[in-house]
């Protein structure tokens, strides 16, 4: 239930868009920025996005994981 609250708080936050600059699609995702504080979240730590741009991020930190971080 936490991440339920903390989600919609989010995506709220953003007005349900991805906060990819160049992508005007609804976000239906919250991505975590940062896995630092894990399950104790910041809100700066989570942005919103649409299923395609999440799956962008996701391949660009999986092929350089110590070198991109979305901010």
Known sequence: PEWTNTRSRIL???NHCCQVESCTSQAECVHHITYDRLGCE?????????TEC??????????????????
């Open 12 to 14: 709220k936050r953003d």
């Open 42 to 50: 910041n809100d700066l730590d989570l942005i919103s996005l649409c």
């Open 54 to 71: 999440h799956s962008i991020v996701h391949l660009l930190q999986d092929k350089f994981p110590y070198q991109y971080r979305l901010t």
